[in-house]
């Protein structure tokens, strides 16, 4: 059987071939399965009935549902996404005055091990399919029918959930095909982002094979506070991220977001924003200071706020584009690992179908 939602022309030509159907076929059934979302053959009633028929055996059905359902009081609407094998990620829809912003995950658990982040303790359980990533984004876009979004549908897609997109480049690619091809989801590439602890090969190939944007996770200035954070620095240290972001082909008037996780005594210093300012010189660039949302067990606490608004001064003063992230949908668990943990325990209390809860903690991620 073959994925629904990671057909792609190349892979239905084929099919179509051997069931005798002409070419021009393909076109009508990736109207049916993306812009029309429509998983079932049989429902596809622009096809001749035969066709329907054969397609219906030839074609898997959807690789996701939704197990658990979480609404937050600001309008933030978490999935706990069930796939076929029983694992759970998360998708999260964000709402924000003309925007509404689509956060899907790329892996089960993550290996990257990140010490201010809660799936890192989940270690990595597995890369999600083509079909797990595309079918996050249609089950998100059945769910903006819904109330309370007023978006008319999905303006920006993000790589920010469970797990690092550019270890999983084998599926990552070309599900950001489907996601962004004319005959797929047709989002632009300009409004999907993904982001990465700082893979320094894999950021190539990336922006060598796609158009989408690019976000880091550098949350430290020296790489002895970052290696202690994020083990990758081990790997690729500050001045071989920074120096592959300098020599990255990126797209006319494009720029790397920078994000950093505000950590209280860490790496919030007005020391490190100076130091900050020097590392991203000559780097078309913006940096994204993200509040740290405590999770149990988590050997830090939050930079204050004071303390986060004076850090962004210090960048703007010196001509560094920096925005604040505010914490969203913290009372549903806003972030992942978490959620998916949750969504397993409220899956064990609910009896069937989608559910509605509020788990009550909340974690963090940054890429
Ligand atoms: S922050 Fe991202 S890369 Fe790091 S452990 Fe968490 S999910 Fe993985």
Known sequence: MIAVHGLTPAVLGPVLERLGAPPWRAAQVLDWVYRRETADPGSMATLPAALRQSLADELAGPAVEVAVRSVSGDGTRKLAVRLADGEL?????????????????????????????????????????????????????????????????????????????????????????????????????????????????????????????????????????????MPIDRRWDLSDLLGACRALPLPRRRRITFEYVMLSGVNDSDEDARRLVSLLHGIRSKVNLIFFNPFPGAPFAPSPRARVESFQRLLLDRGVNATVRESRGSDVAAACGQLAAQGRAAEGARAGGGAETAPPANEQRAS
């Not at 303006?155 to 095909?177: Q, R, S």
């Open 89 to 229: 990620v998360e998708s999260v829809l964000i709402p924000d005055r003309h925007r509404l912003t689509l956060c899907i995950s790329s892996q089960v658990g993550c290996a990257m091990g990140c010490r201010f982040c809660a799936t890192a303790r989940l270690g990595l359980r597995r890369h999600l399919r083509v079909e797990e990533i595309v079918g996050q984004v249609q089950l998100a876009r059945a769910e903006v029918g819904r109330e309370p979004f007023s978006a008319p549908g999905l303006t920006n897609l993000v790589f920010m959930g469970m797990g690092e997109p550019l270890h999983n480049l084998d599926a990552l690619v070309p599900a950001l095909e489907i996601l962004s091809a004319p005959w797929g989801l047709g989002i632009s590439p300009r409004r999907i982002t993904v982001s990465t602890v700082g893979l320094v090969p894999q950021m190539h190939e990336l922006l060598d094979r796609t158009g989408v944007n690019l976000a880091v996770s550098l949350t430290a200035t020296t790489d002895e506070v970052r290696r202690d954070l």
